[in-house]
């Protein structure tokens, strides 16, 4: 099985022979995963951080929000160097060994599920926020919430392991199902809400009840609708870094492994892979008190730096 899937794979990845004629794209590609990678793992960790001090977020949307952090710091530690090993191998004319491909394609199907399921997990969450109203923290409860985080987690190792005897290309496809329907059901759970929103917000507006009544329940729904267009950028980021891959795996089943599909198909991965820095830009954007915590977390480190680097120009003024 193990030689069925280095032949197999290379439908995919680039062949030795191919290796010269795609060097500007394992240059380009190779300068851009290095240098991003150390920013792609701070930005998460910080954000991760954050979160668990956020106090007056949801527990539930804490949770799932550090799941995908989780997630999107795996892919920086593990697959994107993985990735860049690869780059740099075949940048010396060299095809890195069947268990190092192996290696690198269980970790980008274990951690990369795990962050499309954490995307799709947080807008299922909003819409249930949103449809269900006062209702959510009774039926969405955070030991419930727990539960499905454990799931996700553990059917993306589950599958990122299936590689071991399923066929490489029978992955490709499956991979391809999965991600047609993560698309529609998260589209469709957009449109849901969309609507939801539009009903109670007429629905609010044409309550015969008293203004303080009133203007406490319009912020409520206020807050609620921050949040929810926050996780909506953070899908439409994920269709943007996630679609141009999706295209290309499904021409290379179509088309064959032409060199052109390969090189669109190697930039689509980095495109993939930065998905996972621009996550805690867009909580940083959109969430204000994940904000707030990040500039308290940030002015603390300057506040202690400053007074270290004070501390040790004192000392040497002293010694002088």
Request: charged letters at 15%; hydrophobic letters at 50%; glycine letters at 2%.
């Amino acid at each position: 099985m193990n030689e069925l899937f280095c032949t197999d794979s290379l439908q995919y990845l680039p062949t030795y022979a191919e290796l010269a004629d795609l060097r500007s794209t394992f240059i380009a590609n190779c300068v851009l995963n290095i240098c991003l990678t150390y920013t792609f793992i701070m930005l998460n960790i910080v954000t991760i951080y954050a979160i668990r001090k956020t106090s007056t977020m949801a527990k539930t949307l804490k949770t799932l929000l550090l799941s995908l952090a989780c997630s999107d710091v795996a892919v920086g530690l593990f697959t994107q160097p993985l990735y860049s090993f690869h780059l740099i191998k075949w940048l010396q004319l060299d095809n890195p060994s069947c268990n190092t491909r192996q290696m690198w394609i269980i970790s980008n199907l274990l951690f990369l599920a795990a962050s499309i399921l954490g995307v799709v997990a947080v807008s299922v969450d909003r819409f249930l926020a949103v449809h269900l109203h006062l209702r959510y923290q009774e039926l969405v409860t955070h030991k419930r919430v727990v539960i499905v985080v454990i799931g996700m987690w553990v059917y993306s190792a589950f599958g990122s392991l299936t590689i071991l005897w399923v066929p490489f290309s029978s992955q490709y496809l499956i991979s391809l199902v999965f991600m047609s329907f993560i698309f529609i059901l998260t589209f469709v759970v957009y449109i849901r809400i969309y609507l939801t929103v539009r009903r109670h917000r007429n629905l609010i507006q044409s309550m015969q009840i008293r203004d303080e009544a009133r203007s406490d329940e319009m912020k409520n729904f206020a807050v609620l609708i921050k949040s929810t267009v926050g996780i909506f950028f953070v899908f439409v980021v994920f269709l943007i870094c996630y679609l141009p891959g999706f295209v290309c795996t499904a021409a290379i089943g179509i088309y064959g492994s032409k060199s052109a599909l390969k090189k669109l198909n190697l930039f689509s991965l980095t495109l993939v892979y930065l998905n996972s820095s621009l996550n805690p830009v867009i909580y940083c954007w959109k969430m204000r008190r994940i904000r707030h915590a990040i500039m308290g977390i940030l002015w603390k480190v300057y506040r202690r730096r400053n007074l270290s680097s004070r501390v040790i120009y004192n000392r040497r003024w002293s010694v002088v």
